[in-house]
């Protein structure tokens, strides 16, 4: 089955600055990659996604990038804000016979310091 | 579009006794997940489910833990005999396609 790994497992940046997390993935037969954001005592929310059939995509400060060979992805965050903080997870679309589901990375702790 | 409902929202139960959690699946989203977080750590997969059907139950233990979704009704998760390593965030989530993936705000069992 699909292997997710992701770091770093905690990130502390200043606001204002750039955040990065990384995700490889194990199965190349994964197609979709979506990140979510999971507040303190909340539901994960899906935040971005992408494609393999694309190697970039952004929205406002947030950007993913996809390297199909290398089976790595990355979550890009500018002009980091506090309320920016939360768990981060990464996930990979595989398929289960002619059904897909979602395989998640461990998750990364973002603090965004005032 | 309610979204996806689970409840309780909250759960306490005794050590050996049943716990059943209830998923009810966004209006139009056939699949179902389930999955398990413990304190501080990441999602894990338990088992995926459409109407009537276990597609992969794989993250599941073989004990004491069951799932179904029938024609009617919500997606129940069930654990007999609970032990305190059952403990947990038990979060379901629904897609219409297997990808596109929508999270309840999860049920939290403690045993005690």
């Known amino acids: 089955g699909e292997n997710v790994e992701q770091h770093p497992s905690t990130l502390s940046v200043q606001e204002g600055d750039s955040a990065v997390i990384k995700c490889t993935y194990s199965?190349?037969?994964?197609?979709?990659f979506p990140w979510y954001k999971q507040e303190l005592g909340k539901r994960p929310q899906l935040i971005i996604d992408i494609r393999s059939n694309v190697g970039e995509k952004k929205d406002q400060r947030i950007a993913v990038t996809l390297n199909k060979t290398a089976k790595h992805f990355s979550l890009h965050i500018t002009e980091t804000q506090p309320e920016d903080s939360a768990v981060y997870f990464c996930?990979?679309?595989?398929?289960?016979?002619?059904?897909?589901?979602?395989?998640f990375g461990s998750g990364t702790q973002l603090t965004v310091l005032p | 579009n309610a979204g996806v409902m689970q409840n309780p929202r909250h759960l306490v139960r005794r050590r050996g006794q049943e716990a059943r959690l209830r998923c009810s699946p966004m209006?139009?989203?056939?699949?179902v997940y389930w999955y398990r977080q413990l304190p501080e750590e990441g999602l894990k997969f338990m088992v995926y489910l459409q109407k009537e059907n276990i597609i992969d139950e794989s993250g599941m233990p073989k004990e004491r833990f069951s799932a179904e979704f029938p024609k009617e009704g919500p997606s129940i998760l069930r654990i007999q005999q609970v032990v305190r390593g059952d403990s947990a965030a038990y979060f379901c989530?629904?897609?219409?396609?297997?990808?596109?993936?929508?999270f309840g705000s999860g049920t939290r069992l403690t045993v005690v």
């Open positions: 209006k139009g989203h056939s699949h």
């Open positions: 199965d190349s037969a994964s197609n979709y």
């Open positions: 996930a990979a679309s595989n398929s289960v016979g002619s059904a897909r589901q979602l395989t």
């Open positions: 989530a629904s897609s219409p396609n297997g990808e596109l993936v929508t």
